[in-house]
């Protein structure tokens, strides 16, 4: 313990005698501060002159970075309606027979233009001098056609501006006619059945709007009786024909008939050389107690009433 204490006192000593010496060992100029200057001081003193300043934290930015832009886009969504289904039927049209025709083998009857007065409308054809044809197929009831006495016939033709005149003796050896407008064909009767415009549809076997059937009664109930006429085709178009004139006179087992046929009846306008579908017939009932068509003569073979090409040519000259 003794020894303690004077190792003690003999640091104390020697850090005295130290601090009094301390002074002396730093040397000093006139431009040094002295220790205790503040940083303030340091500084404006030039000492830490050539010391760069630390950096500063956080480090100055000169620019910014450039801006980003985020677009969010929403999602869009398209609706598209259900589309219905729809079924069709389609039924393949009717089919149309076209079979080549050679013109020329067609019966053709020619209708001089009447330059002269037009004909006396009296049944008698004494001056008439065109050609006459005959028309004497059956083309319906032949089991009930005994022979040209029975039924047979022949006609003339001509035509001017307004109408086309036909005339006709028909052999008829028992004559009925009780029936009327739509039902004058179940007595008898002269028909034409006239194609106006056989030249546009040559080759159709059935009818259309331009086809014309027409029947002529020569009297009711006898020759001397009410005369008509009556527009059976076109279906939209018949009527009784008030304006088709009629005229007629009675022989022993004949009849003889003449008319003449507007041809705004026809909706047609006339012109030389203008070809006609054409056919000439006559209708024959010889029950006295019920109408009703017993057979027909025609002066073209092989006529069928809703066939145009089965008909015959009408030709209109000068």
């Known amino acids: 313990m003794k020894q303690f204490s004077l190792m003690a006192v003999g640091i104390i000593l ?28 340091l500084f404006s003193s030039g000492i830490l002159g050539s010391l760069t300043a630390p950096p500063t934290f956080p480090p100055t930015l000169t620019s910014l970075p450039p801006t980003v832009t985020f677009t969010i886009e929403e999602p869009t969504h398209t609706l598209t309606p259900a589309t219905p289904t729809l079924t069709y039927t389609i039924s393949p049209p009717p089919t149309v027979e076209i079979t080549p025709l050679n013109p020329g083998s ?19 054809w004494g001056e008439w001098t065109a050609t006459e ?8 009831g032949a089991s009930r056609w005994s022979g040209p006495a029975d039924l047979s016939s022949s006609f ?26 739509q039902s004058l064909y179940k007595g008898d009767e002269i028909e034409l059945q006239i194609d106006t415009n056989v030249d546009g549809d040559f080759y159709l076997s059935q009818l259309n709007s331009d086809d014309y059937q027409l029947g002529i009664s020569a009297g009711r109930p006898d020759v001397n009786g009410f005369k008509e006429a009556v527009l059976y085709f076109p279906k939209n178009l018949a009527r009784t024909l008030h304006e088709v004139q009629i005229g007629s006179k009675a022989e022993p087992g004949i ?51 809703t066939n145009p090409r089965t008909w015959g040519d009408l030709i209109l000259h000068w």
Do not use: H
């Not at 233009?113 to 004909?119: A, G, K, T, V």
């Not at 033709?157 to 006709?168: E, H, P, R, S, V």
């Open 255 to 305: 009849y003889r008939i003449e008319f003449a046929v507007p041809w705004t009846v026809l909706n047609i306008t006339p012109v030389d050389g203008m070809r006609l579908g054409f056919v000439f017939c006559v209708s024959d009932n010889d029950l006295l107690s019920q109408n009703v068509q017993q057979s027909m003569v025609c002066n073209v073979p092989g006529r069928k009433l």
């Open 156 to 181: 003339k033709i001509g035509w001017d501006a307004k109408n086309l005149y036909i005339a006709a003796k028909i052999k008829d050896d028992v004559y009925v006619q009780t029936s009327t407008g």
């Open 14 to 41: 020697m850090l005295v005698a130290l601090a009094c010496n301390f002074p002396a060992l730093i040397p000093t100029t006139p431009n040094q501060p002295t220790p205790d200057l503040t940083m303030t001081a």
């Open 106 to 124: 067609r019966p053709a009857v020619v209708a001089n233009y009447l330059w002269d007065s037009p004909p006396t409308l009296d049944g008698d």
């Open 133 to 140: 044809y005959g028309a004497n197929s059956v083309v319906f």
